[in-house]
């Protein structure tokens, strides 16, 4: 099974917080894990990508991954409103070429 | 940037005609796909393409739906008789190609067709 689980909010926070979005999965065999942004009307935006378990850390997001708990999370440092948008976890199972499975998506809102 | 761009924005068809929706992926790509979202849903995988033949495709992509690369820049999702269900959006995604020393390299998303079924 390839299930792919995000809670879809919607997420209501206050400028400046710290945001925690995260995805779980059932199929042990994903190997590569994204994270997309998507403003409305607008495609899929990559913002992160990771292949193996640890932290990845870019500019004010932080993406997470937990192979043995099957769970990935995104976390958002000092939120701005421009970040109010649906954040998308996707993951495949191996190199370039394979097709996406992504969650539902997150509904952030961040209040200015 | 380079981006993937698809035309038209926003396509209104009949039911039961044949639809192509239009993309044109970043020029240095060499895997294209094709995935679309029903309004409230998951973005859902219909196929992959790759050196001119379909990689992969999921069970949605049926007989109904067709790919194409025409030419060096444009590729093509067909669907040649258009049913109520096809309503969703339809985002063609482009990718590099990796060596087996390289890792993943993920896919680039377009703004995507908005397909409405009549």
């Known amino acids: 099974q390839k299930e792919v689980e995000q809670d879809p909010g919607p997420l209501s926070v206050p400028e400046g917080a710290i945001v925690s979005l995260n995805c779980t999965y059932s199929?042990?065999?994903?190997?590569?894990f994204m994270w997309y942004r998507q403003y409305s009307r607008k495609g899929p935006e990559l913002l992160m990508y990771t292949y193996s378990s640890g932290n990845k850390e870019d500019g004010r997001f932080t993406a997470q991954v937990d192979k043995s708990s099957k769970y990935i999370s995104l976390f958002i440092r000092d939120s701005q409103p421009s970040d109010s948008a649906t954040y998308l976890c996707a993951m495949s199972l191996r190199d370039t070429g394979n097709q996406f499975y992504f969650g539902t998506g997150t509904s952030l809102t961040v209040i200015p | 940037e380079p981006e993937v761009t698809q035309t038209p924005s926003h396509q209104v068809t009949q039911m039961g005609q044949e639809v192509i929706l239009r993309c044109v992926p970043i020029s240095n790509h060499l895997y294209f796909y094709w995935y679309r979202q029903i309004l409230g849903q998951k973005v859902e995988f219909l196929v992959s393409f790759y050196n001119n033949e379909i990689s992969e495709k999921s069970e949605i992509f049926d007989d109904q739906f067709s790919v194409e690369r025409p030419d060096g820049s444009n590729f093509t999702l067909k669907i040649r008789s258009t049913k109520l269900e096809d309503s969703a959006m339809y985002f063609c995604?482009?990718?590099?190609?990796?060596?087996?020393?390289?890792?993943?390299?993920?896919?680039?998303f377009g703004d995507g067709t908005r397909l409405s079924i009549l």
């Open positions: 199929n042990s065999a994903f190997q590569y």
């Open positions: 995604a482009s990718s590099v190609r990796t060596g087996r020393s390289e890792r993943n390299q993920p896919q680039h």
